[in-house]
Each structure stands twice: as structure tokens, then as C-alpha cells.
């Protein structure tokens, strides 16, 4: 079965501190795909990475990075400075390669607060 | 490019009531998705299509609920008879492909059911 645990239910931060969100996932696909969206107060769900079980590279997107360790089955996202706007829900997701996992499977989510 | 695009984005009935709601998914996508989203479960999947087709339905809770997409650029989630417990969120979202493409979500529908 698959399974995404998402442990810190709520994080609150000052701005400008860097702050990770945790992400645990079980799978026994060889091949599978990991997903982080942000859902902010407004309700909609945005689309932020999309990483492969086969490229543990880290990646780096401006004040946003990630890590991807099999060895660890984690996937985890960092906020560097963080600021007011990055106020959310992060979730973290994945996907298998059997059709019956072509939908993606969700972690809890993390509600991040940044205050000024 | 225009998103996904659901209707109405709030919805607000008495229990018993027909519920329809409604989808455009992002032209091109050939896989579409309804999800749930409420505070006890989370997001969790309701059905998916490829090409039209239901490929698992696996997910509606209840014969109280149906989806159709009766061509490419529309789909529809059905409740009838509403209840309480269906009160949520439901999105939409669409894909290019599988596994390795992101799905891109709509707004989606605030749905309370009184």
C-alpha cells in the first residue's frame, strides 16, 4: 500500500527564518513520483514540484529546495527566508506506476504560518 | 492558457437536493480527476477518466455519487440524494499523462449541504 505521512501538522515561523517541511512516504513501486503542492488560504492547489524515484538529485527553485533521500524515503522541502506570503498548506503526494496509481496519493499537510 | 475550470466554485443546498458539479480540465489533458478534500480525511480520490473512460471509480463513497465526461473537455460529479456528510471541497484537475506529469487542480467547489 501507499502511504504519505506528513508528521508536523502545523509550523509557525518569524519571517525570514528557514523552515522544513517533512515529508515520509511508503511504497513498493521501483518507480514512483513525488509531488509537492501549496494551498494557500484562497483554497486553490498549486502545483509546485515533481520529482522521480530515479533522480535523487536536490533541486533548487529560488528560496524553495528539496531533498530526496530513498535511503530514508523522505522527501523533504525547505523555505529559505521565509516570508508572509508562503503562509500555507503544503502537501506532499505520490504516485505510483501501476494504473491503479495513477492518482496521487496525499500526506496530510503541513499548515505553515509566517508572521512579520 | 486557461486552468482547470469548475462550477460553481460555492455551493450551498438542503440535504436531498440534486447536486451537480462541473469541470473543464485543461486542453490536451487526456486524464481527469476528482478529489475530496474535508478536514477528517484529507484529499482523497473519487474517480478518475483517460480519454473519457472511468478507469477507477474505486473511491466514491457511495452509489449516491457519479461521475460522467461524456467528451474531453467536460465532466460532471453527481450527488443524489445530498446528505450532510457530503459537505466538502471537491476539486478537479487534469493531466497530460500519468505518472510523470503534474495533475493541475481547479479552484475547486465549496459544497455544504444543510
Known amino acids: 500500500a501507499q502511504k504519505v505521512t506528513q508528521a508536523q501538522t502545523e509550523i509557525s515561523v518569524v519571517e525570514k527564518e528557514d523552515v522544513t517541511l517533512d515529508c515520509v512516504y511508503e511504497t513498493r513501486d521501483t518507480t514512483y513520483y513525488l509531488f509537492w503542492y501549496k494551498q494557500p488560504p484562497s483554497g486553490e492547489l498549486v502545483f509546485l514540484i515533481r520529482?522521480?524515484?530515479?533522480?535523487?538529485q536536490n533541486e533548487i527553485s529560488g528560496r524553495y529546495s528539496w531533498n530526496f533521500q530513498k535511503s530514508t524515503s523522505s522527501f523533504n522541502f525547505t523555505i529559505t527566508a521565509s516570508q508572509v506570503v508562503d503562509s500555507a498548506v503544503y502537501f506532499c503526494a505520490l504516485s505510483g506506476t501501476n494504473q491503479a496509481g495513477t492518482a496521487l496519493i496525499f500526506g496530510k499537510g503541513t499548515t505553515l504560518s509566517v508572521s512579520s | 492558457d486557461a486552468g482547470v475550470i469548475q462550477s460553481p466554485r460555492h455551493e450551498v443546498t438542503e440535504m436531498g437536493q440534486e447536486v451537480t458539479l462541473r469541470c473543464k480540465p485543461i486542453?490536451?489533458?487526456?486524464?481527469l480527476f476528482w478529489y475530496r478534500q474535508t478536514m477528517m480525511r484529507g484529499l482523497e480520490l473519487l474517480i478518475y477518466f483517460n480519454n473519457n473512460v472511468p478507469i477507477d471509480d474505486s473511491g466514491m463513497p457511495e452509489d449516491r455519487f457519479s461521475a460522467k465526461m461524456p467528451n474531453a473537455s467536460f465532466s460532471t460529479l453527481k450527488i443524489q440524494p445530498s446528505e450532510p456528510r457530503d459537505s466538502a471541497v471537491y476539486f478537479c484537475?487534469?493531466?497530460?499523462?500519468?505518472?510523470?506529469?503534474?495533475?493541475?487542480f481547479g479552484d475547486g467547489t465549496r459544497l455544504s449541504i444543510l
Open positions: 486542453s490536451g489533458h487526456d486524464y
Open positions: 520529482r522521480n524515484s530515479f533522480d535523487e
Open positions: 484537475a487534469s493531466s497530460s499523462g500519468t505518472h510523470n506529469q503534474p495533475q493541475h
